[in-house]
């Protein structure tokens, strides 16, 4: 249950109530040799320093650095390194948040390892110790912020603003002594179930009712650190439907929490979902960024956009959303995706660190100033259902402390942790998950090509799934072609980019192979940098995905996992191959259907 800190196996005590008492606790427990002098010192904030002469360890920070410096060197010293003589470290940005898409009947919106930790039939409902076990999993690699209900706010979460504030005060309470600070997503149409005729952004009545909620809120928690809001996106209400700005709407909510510190963070998720597929003017890529440039530094400085990492919705590989490298005047949160919903559903093996390097290869550290992910967690014993999906929370607050992290470091730290095993074995574990999102991409996503899964549960194959659908989401293969053009001379999609991007984008022969067909409209014949055509590509990596997916079977069978971890492996690694063998038979029949041209190997098609 402890997932990479199994060897803290000892529980928080609730009588550990604040962040220098726990950090003072932990050390003690976990480092016995050591004598640790903690040295408060609030000007480091969530920084520490350490240093270790003639005997004593002096470990000094604010009262979150300590803590966050203690599980520095306890995880060093678990992963069996020396203390060592010096170390500094603080964070990159400020907020390190998790959003969990929980509702509080009990369900998880693309939750793929069990029911809610919180909530249950309406109502709140947790094992405190299970609390403290997960802000300790979160303040071991420096998350701070832990949103607690899903962005698409069902009732009865709308109550969060008023009688469910003991119960969340009482979360708040259990996760304060981690530092991890509570969010809470909010509905933009609240002020309509309070008698008020309408939720107008710029009605004095409205923006007095959204005062008084964060007044009410922040006497119950004080620390809360802020509203979370998806407007006017995928059905959900926003400042449009009073024809007011997403600025105007936002910065309503800013000023209500300004008075008490908080901050108001808004999703740039905005799309039309109600597209008409025969509308080729509207290509979905360019929502994003359209509606949100005109708006640039519009907004109140205690407003955080909170951007998708790319311009769609968490595919396996999308380029950068242009927006991150647009905005000058607007501070933004780059929002990644640890809940498997396009990339396995924790069945599949995908680890994550080495896609998340491709997106800071490509966006200075500096564009943003908060980075979020959507929880993986859940109910289940392990918490994230496949016990590697746990690396990526792990990675995921290794990169929001620092997004220059290697990814083959911190995946190797992560199995060290959570299985010591033998060198060349770690090393097998290692280049295995490092080679998962390949292996997945593979079978499942053409060239950059995304959304041919089966629609609304994301998992296996069907390519024509979305094709004649509302959602924006086509690849428009045809009998000699596939893919959407969106260079200049198509959707003009790639025009939103800088000149750097365009200059490796828009040109088919100079795009990367791998992004190719989310740029292009190409045919069948097309020929690719090393000679092949484009659909003996597709062909070519199916094949390979499936046995690919079938040799890091026979590799995970051979490495000593203990149990449970072990039956749970083998029993998902089972099911990924079948869904390997499904994307392949699936995709290579659609285009071999499509354009009657074999395999040139004369591997097995259905026709
Ligand atoms: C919370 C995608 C998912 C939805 C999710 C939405 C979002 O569309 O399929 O489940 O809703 O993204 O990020 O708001």
Not at 6 to 34: G, H, I, K, T
Not at 172 to 201: E, W
Not at 400 to 409: F, M, R
């Amino acid at each position: 249950m402890q997932a990479w800190l199994r060897s803290l196996s000892f529980p928080v005590p609730s009588s550990v109530s604040d962040a220098v008492s726990l950090a003072r606790f932990e050390l003690e427990r976990a480092l016995p040799a050591y004598s640790f002098r903690l040295s408060v010192q609030p000007e480091l904030g969530e920084g520490w320093s350490f240093s270790r002469r003639d005997g004593e360890a002096c470990l000094a920070g604010g009262p979150a650095g300590l803590l966050y410096g203690a599980y520095h060197l306890i995880q060093l010293s678990l992963s069996g390194q020396a203390l060592p003589e010096e170390a500094a470290s603080a964070p990159r940005y400020a907020l390190r948040m998790i959003n969990c898409w929980d509702n509080m009947d009990g369900t998880v919106e693309r939750g793929y390892a069990g029911r809610s930790l919180f909530f249950e039939g309406g109502a709140f409902q947790y094992d405190p110790d299970r609390i403290r076990s997960l802000g300790r999993l979160l303040a071991s690699v420096g998350l701070n912020v832990l949103c607690i209900n899903n962005v698409n706010v069902h009732f009865p979460a709308q109550l969060l603003l008023e009688d469910l504030l003991p119960d969340l005060a009482a979360l708040a309470d259990l996760l304060r002594p981690f530092c991890v600070r509570l969010m809470i997503s909010v509905d933009f149409s609240q002020p309509l179930r309070h008698g008020l005729p309408s939720a107008d952004p710029l009605d004095p009545a409205v923006r007095a009712w959204w005062a008084e909620a964060a007044n009410r809120v922040y006497a119950a928690i004080p620390d809360l650190a802020g509203f979370l809001v998806k407007a006017d996106s995928e059905n959900r209400p926003g400042p449009h439907a009073y024809g007011r700005s997403h600025a105007e709407g936002a910065n309503m909510l800013a000023e209500a929490l300004r008075p008490h510190g908080g901050v108001l963070v808004w999703r740039a998720f905005v799309y039309n979902c109600h597209q008409d597929w025969r509308d080729t003017a509207t290509d979905r890529p360019r929502a994003p960024w359209e509606l949100y440039m005109p708006m640039d530094g519009q907004f109140a400085d205690n407003v955080i956009l909170q951007v998708k990492h790319g311009p769609f919705d968490f595919q396996v590989r999308e380029p950068l959303s242009p927006l991150l490298l647009s905005l000058r005047h607007t501070p933004m949160a780059m929002e990644l995706q640890l809940a498997q919903e396009y990339t396995g559903h924790q069945i599949d093996i995908y680890a994550m660190p080495p896609m998340w390097q491709e997106l800071f290869r490509d966006l200075p550290a500096d564009r943003i100033c908060a980075i979020t992910a959507v929880s993986n967690l859940g109910r289940d014993e392990n918490l994230t259902g496949h016990p590697f999906a746990a690396l990526n929370l792990f990675a995921f607050g290794r990169l929001a402390w620092d997004p220059a992290v290697d990814p083959a470091e911190v995946t190797r730290q992560w199995a060290r942790l959570t299985y010591a095993f033998p060198e060349a074995q770690e090393r097998q574990l290692v280049s295995l998950l490092m080679g998962s999102r390949r292996v997945y991409e593979k079978y499942t996503a053409p060239l950059g090509l995304g959304w041919m899964v089966n629609p609304h549960v994301h998992y296996g194959p069907n390519p024509s799934g979305y094709e004649f659908d509302q959602w924006g989401t086509y690849h428009k293969a045809n009998h000699t072609a596939v893919g959407i053009d969106r260079t200049r001379n198509g959707t003009g999609y790639l025009s939103q980019y800088p000149e750097s991007f365009q200059r490796r984008y828009g040109d088919p022969s100079v795009c990367p192979d791998l992004d190719l067909l989310f740029f292009h409209r190409l045919p069948y014949s097309f020929v690719m940098k090393d000679g092949r055509t484009l659909l003996q590509r597709i062909y070519d990596d199916h094949f390979e995905g499936y046995e690919e997916a079938a040799a890091m079977q026979e590799t995970l069978k051979a490495l000593p996992f203990p149990e449970p971890d072990a039956g749970v492996i083998q029993e998902r690694m089972q099911r990924q191959l079948a869904n390997a063998r499904e994307w392949r038979d699936v995709i290579n029949t659609f285009f071999f259907r499509l354009s009657g041209i074999p395999d040139q190997h004369g591997r097995v098609i259905y026709d």
